[in-house]
């Protein structure tokens, strides 16, 4: 006499492998959306602190104490891409200068307190002569805010050109402070009202991007 082991119907196969499609719908995009967090914090850090030190290095080298557009080497009112891509090429290897359209270092539009804003014709936040591609995939942007005492502004995206293209994920603002250091420009801890705001948040979070 034969012994039938007992199976699984068809129909508990295709309830349990439901059950499994709605659990993996419901965390994947979140791990997702984490494991990109990750990555764009990591970038964004890596960028800060080799900036950072470039600046330091780049105001020793020139026996400056202020760095502002007319204390840099090179620089004339008509040049200042000159004296940005000093900075960047000696103290970033093999760094690509972005030279419209290739390669595309920004993005065509960016997302602010999630509306889209930016778009690729607002110059004033970035522009080809004085924007790197570098080599972790970064881009990086480094304009004065006008005038010969002026600060610089920092725009970087750590994704290229990819997506999200959205502030506080992979693009970021920053300044050149006339002293070297890097800040923000606001004490404002809410970045989706503020994207300014967004940087100092994230240092402030110790580099984690889980806001």
């Excluded at 990750?38 to 602190?49: E, G, L, P, T």
Aim: net charge neutral; hydrophobic share 35%; proline share 3%.
């Amino acid at each position: 006499m034969h012994k039938y082991k007992a199976g699984f119907t068809l129909a508990e196969v295709l309830i349990t492998l439901g059950i499994i499609g709605v659990v993996a719908a419901m965390t994947i995009p979140t791990l997702l959306t984490n494991v990109s967090n990750n990555i764009f914090a990591v970038r964004i850090k890596q960028v800060y602190y080799q900036l950072s030190s470039a600046i330091i290095t780049y105001m020793s080298d020139n026996d400056i104490v202020q760095i502002s557009p007319k204390n840099m080497k090179d620089y004339s009112p008509d040049s200042e891409e000159i004296a940005v891509n000093n900075l960047i090429r000696k103290n970033f290897k093999n760094a690509i200068m972005c030279e419209y359209p290739s390669p595309k270092c920004f993005g065509e539009t960016y997302v602010i307190n999630n509306q889209t804003e930016w778009s690729d014709s607002y110059r004033g936040f970035w522009r080809e002569n004085s924007s790197f591609l570098l080599n972790n995939g970064s881009s990086v942007s480094i304009v004065s805010m006008g005038g010969e005492d002026s600060r610089f502004r920092v725009v970087i995206d750590v994704n290229n050109n990819g997506f999200p293209n959205k502030i506080g994920r992979d693009l970021w603002i920053m300044y050149i402070a006339n002293n070297g250091a890097l800040t923000t420009n606001s004490s404002n801890k809410t970045c989706d009202k503020d994207y300014e705001a967004c940087l100092q948040r994230l240092i402030d979070n110790n580099w984690k991007l889980d806001f």
